[in-house]
């Protein structure tokens, strides 16, 4: 085969981890948003540019490995592309602002939606093709690949309006499940053709679906049947992420078919999320915290939190959730660092 012929250490071993394999250190990297601004001068390549040309994306998506030494990297590096394809505007950003949604189509009949015959074509989605393909094609990247999508609570959040779908879950939810079974759709087409274009994995990315946000009760009614219908339809592998405090959802997040979640840093209990996880032959990546210790603090301190995630036994150290743009350069240095370190005490 193929593949498996010229497929890098790095790649087995993610892929080891996303079979539930045991392997001899955990990776770092990230399966969450990552554009910062150190990086985008040190590649050239910067935002929105980055966002929007292939060559540009993959420059950027590159120095994660070369410069960060990330050994999982993720594009592409916002979460809008999706819903900008189904027709939301977008503020494209700059520089030092992420792009976000600033229309909402459907906010008055979110019973008109139905995903376009021509999603592949429309918005950037054909860019994050074409740049997973020059990375894993053409450049031969050794890091392991995570395409992301929007998950389904989010892009019906897009398509309706936050405060519209939040009040549909409760006032009429078997209208808010259609609305987000149709958006699972969009999900499947997007990241089974990031699948074939090369990526490595897909990571859905639903941070309405933290407990915080559409609660429990309607996570498990309305969303995860839509996510295990997802992985019914995938395959390859597939990671969640879900922001907040996620420890109550933990059983019904593993109950969805995915290969790894991705936790935050606001989860209560990280061991207890591992050991589930386990249990279940599912990999847990996080939990560094993006909003503090990466963002703000020392090298030193972001050693500290790593030790902690690897002392719980994490598979793959990686930040908790979407990095700020100013995050420095250095405390991603510290993570990789921090791994290397315990990797030569413990084995
Ligand atoms: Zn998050």
């Known amino acids: 085969m193929y593949i498996s012929e010229t497929r890098s250490n790095l790649s087995n071993k993610f892929q080891d981890i996303l079979d539930g394999k045991k392997v001899d ?11 910062i601004l150190e990086l985008m001068d040190i590649s050239g390549a910067s935002r929105p540019e980055a966002d929007r040309d292939p060559e540009k994306m993959v420059k950027l998506a ?8 990330f050994e999982v990297i993720r594009i592409p590096f916002d979460v809008t592309v999706v819903g900008e394809a189904l027709g939301c505007q977008v503020d494209i950003g700059t520089k030092a602002r992420t792009p976000s949604i600033i229309t ?3 906010d008055k009949d979110p019973s008109e939606f139905n995903v376009p015959a021509d999603l592949l074509e429309r918005g950037r989605i054909p860019v994050v093709m074409e740049a997973i393909s020059i990375l894993k094609n053409d450049q031969g990247l ?39 079974e ?30 915080e946000m559409i609660g429990p009760d309607a996570f498990r009614n309305i969303v995860k049947p839509a996510l295990i219908r997802f992985n019914e339809k995938i395959n390859d592998h597939s990671i969640l992420h879900i922001c907040g ?34 249990r279940n032959n599912t990999a847990v990546i996080g939990n560094v915290s993006t909003a503090d210790t990466l963002y703000r603090k020392a090298p030193e301190d972001v050693r500290k939190e790593a030790f902690k995630c690897l002392d719980a036994n994490i598979d793959i150290l990686a930040p908790g959730c979407g990095l700020a743009p ?17 990797a030569v005490k413990k084995f």
Do not use: Q, W
């Open 326 to 342: 100013e995050t420095p350069l250095r405390n991603l240095l510290a993570m990789v660092e921090a791994r290397d370190k315990y």
């Open 182 to 211: 149709k958006c699972v759709d969009a999900c499947i087409v997007c990241a089974n053709t990031y699948l074939h274009s090369g990526a490595d994995a897909v990571v859905v990315a639903d941070s309405l679906s933290s407990p």
């Open 245 to 278: 405090e996620v420890d109550s959802i933990i059983p019904d997040m593993l109950e969805c078919g995915f290969n790894a979640i991705s936790v935050e840093e606001n989860v209560k209990d990280l061991e207890y999320i591992i050991n589930s996880a386990h």
């Open 62 to 69: 590159s120095s994660f490995h070369t410069v960060a030494r």
């Open 25 to 35: 250190t955990p990776l770092v990297g990230t399966a969450t948003t990552s554009a």
């Open 142 to 180: 050794e890091a392991p690949l995570v395409a992301g999508v929007e998950g389904p609570a989010d892009l019906a959040s897009y398509l309706c309006g936050i405060k519209s779908f939040l009040k549909l879950t409760v006032k009429k939810p078997e209208i808010a499940r259609e609305i987000v």
């Open 104 to 106: 909402h189509p459907f």
